[in-house]
């Protein structure tokens, strides 16, 4: 069965600070791979999306970006944090139009 | 762009009535409809999803397409204090498999 595993849970970081987010995908091959976030009282923003390596769309312009080094494994970056990236991100992989997500991760800049 | 609408809520519920949760969606092409749990501080889980064909059943939950009025509805009989969490309504835009998510409503049952 398909797995996703998504770390940390909880990250606290300062303004400026760099930041790296990781989610791999276990138990499928070529998985459509998403980032969303979820800003407080907010609902789910879809930020990135890829279908295959190297494969990055970008849905909103911001500071963050996203990389697909291997197949199944996809990560979140910022060189600078600003306040306004704190929220509660979410990696999910596709399979036909049913999205899973993994656990998340509570990004608290300050 | 597609749209999806939620009452926001709260909407509460005695334990053991009928929990009633609306979405509205502004694509009338919109062939499909999942539905979403997510507990507080935790990521959102697919509960139900339905096809424009018919309505779904699968133990206390049912998933009901109103197309002509263009809203789907979930309801969770005998509620639980355990369903106590956000419900987010999704349809699919018809790219590159992700989905365009209501806001979600919360709902709380009380014992």
């Known amino acids: 069965s398909q797995t996703i595993h998504q770390w940390p849970a909880t990250l606290v970081q300062p303004v400026g600070s760099p930041l790296s987010l990781e989610c791999t995908v276990e138990?499928?091959?070529?998985?459509?791979l998403y980032w969303y976030r979820q800003a407080a009282g907010r609902g789910l923003q879809l930020l990135f999306y890829?279908?295959?390596?190297?494969?990055i769309s970008s849905e909103v312009p911001q500071n963050l970006s996203a990389s697909r080094p291997q197949d199944r494994q996809f990560i979140l970056s910022s060189k600078k944090l600003l306040l306004s990236d704190s929220g509660f991100y979410l990696c999910?992989?596709?399979?036909?139009?049913?999205?899973?997500f993994g656990s998340g991760t509570q990004l608290s800049v300050l | 762009q597609k749209e999806v609408e939620q009452n926001s809520g709260p909407l509460s519920v005695p334990e053991g009535a009928i929990a009633s949760l609306n979405c509205t969606y502004s694509?009338?092409?919109?062939?499909?409809f999942f539905w979403y749990r997510q507990y507080s501080g935790k990521s959102p889980e697919l509960i139900m999803f339905?096809?424009?064909?018919g309505d779904k059943e699968d133990g206390r939950f049912t998933a009901q397409l109103n197309k002509a009025s263009q809203y789907v509805s979930l309801l969770i009989r005998d509620s639980q204090p355990s369903d106590s969490a956000t419900y987010l309504c999704?349809?699919?835009?018809?790219?590159?498999?992700?989905?365009?998510f209501g806001k979600g409503t919360k709902l709380s049952v009380k014992p």
């Open positions: 999704a349809v699919p835009p018809g790219s590159q498999g992700n989905l365009i």
């Open positions: 694509d009338r092409g919109s062939q499909s």
């Open positions: 138990g499928t091959s070529n998985p459509n």
């Open positions: 999910a992989w596709s399979g036909g139009e049913k999205l899973f």
């Open positions: 339905i096809y424009s064909n």
């Open positions: 890829s279908v295959g390596i190297g494969q």
